[in-house]
């Protein structure tokens, strides 16, 4: 929330954390007080250093920490038992300093309800919390009244998330002896291999694969994922900390024996975990409404306000508030296109598997009349497009990176094709891409002749297409028919370090994407996507190419599709691209592509 990045990215990957470079042992965060754990600027740090303006804490956590060399003015030792009065006169004292000492920016926190649902008997212990919280806030607001602060200050109250009465523990012992082993429990437990990767078992060596095999669908509603099989959305795999596997149970289960009262950490689709954002101030649309967001857009949020916006990059978006902001920053939407590949010539039919002649000659014929035209919403300086009518590959400009996407516009009326073939357009290839077919599949969504290019296949483990691939196939073929029409753009990535960004170099590909796009209303345009009053949905999905991934196993293919969705925003760092439509304002953009998915359709 002060640093805008992932637990990932600033390095508090949890409330304890593992990590051999501080410690030989597992640390809990609020009694560690080791500076380098904390990694990213905090945004009084940001502040301080950029205006050389004071900045003040009341028991914000983090504030007594120093890794930047900017700490805040004033930041007192943490006191629980500080009255409500006593923080709020703090507040007004820190407020009612002259122009030249007054902090331009106040971090403070309050432990209710998060210690009532924590410690929770029943659900009273929390409502009780929420009316002591409520008395604050009235009190709060009435000081800053009587003061007449309430229109010169921009206050913003957040909440970092929800809580999840408990009900259960989940046993570890009984699945794995702990020997050997760096076990951080939880709602979720990491479980880390310490210092070699063989250990004992039952007085049985057995290799981190093995312990896999020891913990992958043993324990009734866990997941276990590696951070290979992470999905992307969660941002939790590019950190030595996070550990070897990752456990998640159900909402209400914890690692932790004996469980009580309650806890949070559970995955964001949880509806248990969602909170709240409240802000007023001059700087602020009455009776606006945002989104749904994640905690990371807070930054972008707090450096806006301050007169700094850009000034250190995050996890956030720039502009994701402008709609409730009563002066946005003016912005634009970038009008770059994406240039064709280049070209030998006419568009003709090059077989790379045999096409019956019937469907040949319509190919031959639609190639070579379609409209030239294309208008695309993802441009990269990297990519070129090569036009097959309604469909497009979008091709690397280095011909030896093997990166590639397809776009298309399914429809629910168009002739199916139930030939085996591939083909390619001359215009752009006189070389089929490869000489083995029999280990091919197409990664493309559409059933017609035209989705067949030869392009858009690729070698897929036999694992990949039937857990991931082929029940994507068939929901996408099942949105069509529902929705009668939508704008698909598939593709394969490469992120071999797990940081959710596109490879510098070429490689192997380690990911495959998806975006859906569909119209509540009628469809305006397909070259751009575009919606009748641009009320649009949009679907995206984020897949990690791999050999074998047992947890899946445990998982029907409606939990599986909806644990790697992703926000858009996830496929263009991931894919390398940049993704706009005309037809929307910058700020509707950005909501588009920082969309969270909670549901499929």
Known sequence: MVTGLYPESHGIVDNSVFDLQLSSNLEKMRTKESDPYYGGEPIWSVYKRL????????????????????????????????????????????????????????????????????????????????????????????????????????????????????????????????????????????????DTCEFEIENLAISASDLGKELYCTMKNVKVNTKESMPVRKHYSNSHRIGDFILEGRPGATFDIPFKGGDHGYDYHVENMHTIMFARGPAFKKNSVAPAFQNVQYMNLWLTLLGIEGALPNNGTVGFFDSILEKAPKRENKWESMGECDNFGSSQVLECQKIPAAEKNKLASKLSSCPLAKSFPVYSKDYCYQSYCENTVMANRDPDDCRKAVIEVLNAFSEKSFSDFSFLNTKYSIQCPFANHSSMVFFSAGSTSMSKMADAQFVFPAYFQRKILGPLQQKTQDYTTKYKKLYVISGLATDTNRDGHADQLAGSPTHFYRILIRCLDSWVSTNPPACKNNRMRSLAFIFPILDEHPTLECMDSNEILLDYTATISDVEQIAGFEFQLGSLSPVENVHLRRNITFSLW
Request: net charge negative; proline share 5%; charged share 25%.
């Open 51 to 194: 205006t050389g303006r004071p900045a003040h804490c009341l028991f914000w956590v983090g504030c007594y920490h120093n890794n930047t060399g900017y700490k805040p003015d004033v930041s007192f030792d943490y006191n629980q038992s500080l009255s409500l009065d006593s923080r709020i006169e703090t507040l007004l004292d820190w407020l009612r300093l002259p122009k030249e000492t007054r902090p331009g920016l106040i971090n403070a926190y309050l432990h209710q309800p998060d210690e009532a649902g924590h410690n929770q008997k029943s659900p009273k212990d929390v409502d009780d919390a929420l009316a002591m919280v409520d008395e604050y806030m009235d009190k709060l607001f009435t000081a800053f009244h009587k003061e007449n602060l309430l229109e010169c200050i921009n206050l913003v109250i957040v909440s970092d998330h929800g809580m999840q009465p408990l009900n259960r523990s989940v046993d570890i012992s009984g699945h794995v002896k702990e020997d050997g082993l760096v076990v951080a429990k939880g709602v979720v437990t990491r479980i880390q291999i310490n």
